[in-house]
């Protein structure tokens, strides 16, 4: 299973299933599988507990490309 994180500022927000909108210094933890199914969790930078971004079942066609879609979703989620 490969990991990848990114730690970024978010103010404007990211909506989480649990807990609804987190903003400040958050880190993204995505985890993608030898299928290219890909889990995303969210968490303030230093804190414990992770939550997920909203969503059905995620997967890549080709789990090469988790790289790529990572750092798109940390981008996507740090701009204003």
Do not use: Q
């Not at 490969?2 to 649990?18: I, P």
């Not at 997920?52 to 750092?71: A, K, S």
């Not at 940390?74 to 701009?79: D, F, S």
């Amino acid at each position: 299973m490969d990991k990848k994180s990114t730690t970024f500022t978010a103010t404007h927000g990211v909506m989480t299933a649990e807990v609804g909108v987190i903003s400040g210094e958050l880190e993204l933890l995505t985890t993608c599988d030898e299928n290219g199914v890909l889990t995303l969790a969210i968490t303030y930078v230093g804190a414990e507990e992770w939550y997920t971004l909203p969503g059905e079942e995620y997967r890549l066609n080709d789990p090469r490309d988790h790289e790529v879609i990572h750092r798109m979703l940390a981008n996507v989620l740090e701009r204003p």
